[in-house]
Nanobody, 120 residues
Framework: QVQLVESGGDLVQPGGSLRLSCAAS????????MAWYRQAPGKQRELVAN???????NYVDSVKGRFTISRDNAKNTVYLQVNSLKPEDTAVYYC??????????????WGQGTQVAVAS
């Protein structure tokens, strides 16, 4: 059974920082591309950052220079360090694991989400 369990969300003031964690089980973690998405109230879910199994990273423009995605394959965990938080970063943050072994098959898993709220 595959599980992705996020943690680390909280209520913080603008300018604050958090470290989100996502612990995976039931998959060969090192083979998966990992990503963080977020969904704010009334908005579509958006990709925030992703980190491939090969170590390449990608960030949405609005978080570049403030957020950092990393992974520890020995701990089956992906992290999102979020700094200089803004009210518009308020959202539920979701962990995603994706692996495409062939052209006709793909594995895609989601966590349950962790809430980040940024307010004075």
């Amino acid at each position: 059974q595959v599980q992705l369990v996020e943690s680390g969300g909280d209520l913080v003031q603008p300018g604050g920082s958090l470290r989100l964690s996502c612990a995976a089980s039931g998959i060969i973690f090192s083979m998966y591309d990992m990503a963080w998405y977020r969904q704010a109230p009334g908005k579509q879910r958006e990709l925030v950052a992703n980190l491939t199994s090969g170590g390449s990273t990608n960030y949405v423009d609005s978080v570049k220079g403030r957020f950092t995605i990393s992974r520890d394959n020995a701990k089956n965990t992906v992290y999102l360090q979020v700094n200089s938080l803004k009210p518009e970063d308020t959202a539920v943050y979701y962990c995603n694991a994706y692996f495409k072994p062939g052209y006709d098959k793909a594995y895609n898993y989601w966590g349950q989400g962790t809430q980040v709220a940024v307010a004075s």
